[in-house]
């Protein structure tokens, strides 16, 4: 297809509660968001689920995302057009940017309102373009509280709300006997932790005594970065580790699955993917096709997006190749004051089941968009 124009928003969000970890406290949340529009009047949108900095990982700031677009990505993908002629195919728009070394958080924004154009055309759901076959499954709440009493307050309400699987943040001094509490809180229900890399060579020791909470999985202890030294803390720990922050990439998911099948534990390995963070949905499609291939379990992680990126990730939830629950819903209800879709996405007993509308099968409401958001810049295609 032939793109005309893309339009690269900023919306401000504000979360209805601060959402806390190892690495920060958010409340307002600044977003890219990437319009590409077609020759055949069509619009397609991506939201860049960025934090207000790099504390997470590198390049998940609005600013560092803007300028990857700016710069790099969105000429990259008008230079590829006028090359070829058109954009036919995700493919064709990977292989554009593909020479540009990280940026994934800006990739995946293009990659996403790629996506969307692509199911407007077919006029089909996300989930039948990606191969979802299992269309209700279980979903889980991420709980980012300040301390235990919040902690235990919030995990309290997605339960009564029939979540079936918790996952709080821990850091040294906020993890034994904060688990203990919750655990003897909630004693069936399905329990993990994210560390968000918030241990080092010396603090992590004390998540040995995790082991005792039968938790589904120990989420990035280590460094932001590493897959070597958390390979070797797993043969110590019987509890899985979960690699968020450092999976980039299918090659870094390889990389993990040798270390751990060298160590012989990969029972123990467990990854998140998250689309932005791997660069797009496709890598995060190969990702768990391969996964999934070596037993390894995946579940799709969150950044506090908002309904719509949500809504995405919810579709490729609909693989049946995803083995937990994942980060997809807040467990006091909506994550943000205002949202940008119509009707707000719902998970009745902690289930969420995927309809037949097209795309992500949500509407987006524009009204909320443009009060939320502006215009930060454009790339007029038309011509080429
Ligand atoms: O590590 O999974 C994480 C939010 C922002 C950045 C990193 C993480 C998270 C979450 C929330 O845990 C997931 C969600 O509910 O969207
Ligand atoms: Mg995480």
Redesign the pocket.
């Known amino acids: 297809m032939k793109l005309t124009r893309i339009d690269v928003y900023r919306l401000r969000f504000t979360l209805r509660a601060p959402?806390t970890?190892s690495f920060g406290s958010y409340r307002e949340l600044e977003r890219p968001f990437v319009v590409l529009e077609t020759s055949d009047g069509l619009k397609g949108i991506g939201e860049v689920p960025t934090?207000s900095d790099p504390a997470?990982k590198a390049e998940v700031d609005p600013p560092s995302v803007f300028t990857s677009l700016k710069e790099f990505v969105l000429p990259a993908v008008a230079k590829r057009q006028a090359e070829i002629g058109s954009i036919g195919t995700v493919e064709d728009l990977r292989s554009s940017y593909a020479w540009i070394k990280g940026a994934n958080f800006a990739k995946s924004g293009v990659e996403a309102a790629f996506w969307d154009l692509e199911a407007q055309r077919g006029q089909k759901p996300l989930w039948e373009f990606w191969g979802g076959t299992r269309l209700t499954f279980p979903v889980g709440?991420?709980i980012?509280g300040t301390n235990v009493e919040d902690v235990l307050d919030r995990a309290e309400t997605a339960v009564a709300m029939g979540f079936p699987r918790l996952?709080v943040?821990i850091w040294p001094g906020f993890d034994v006997k904060f688990v203990e509490a919750l655990r003897n809180a909630h004693p069936e229900i399905m329990l993990q932790v994210?560390a968000?890399s918030a241990y080092d060579l010396q603090t992590w020791q004390v998540l040995k005594e995790l082991d005792r909470f039968n938790l589904l999985l120990i989420?990035?202890p280590l460094f932001d970065d590493d897959i070597v030294l958390h390979s070797e803390i797993s043969q110590e720990i019987a509890t899985p580790i979960c690699l968020?922050?450092s999976i980039h990439s299918l090659w870094d998911a390889r990389a993990a699955m040798h270390l751990w099948t060298r160590n012989e534990i990969l029972d123990r390995l467990i990854i998140?993917i998250?689309p932005p963070r791997v660069s797009g949905f496709s890598e995060a499609i190969e990702i768990a096709d391969v996964c999934h291939d070596h037993g390894v379990k995946t579940w799709i992680?969150?950044?506090?997006?908002s309904g719509w990126g949500k809504a995405m990730n919810l579709n490729f939830n609909g693989l049946a190749k995803i083995d937990l629950p994942g980060?997809?819903?807040?467990p006091g209800g909506a994550?943000f004051e205002q949202d940008i879709i119509t009707e707000p996405l719902e998970a009745p007993g902690g289930s969420y089941t995927l309809g037949e509308g097209v795309s992500a099968g949500v509407q987006l409401d524009w009204n909320a968009f443009d009060r939320l958001g502006e215009k930060l810049f454009s790339v007029d295609l038309a011509s080429n």
């Open positions: 959402f970890t934090l997470y709440v991420s980012g996952k943040k994210d968000n989420e990035q968020d922050e998140n998250k992680g969150g950044m506090l997006d980060d997809h819903f807040s994550y």
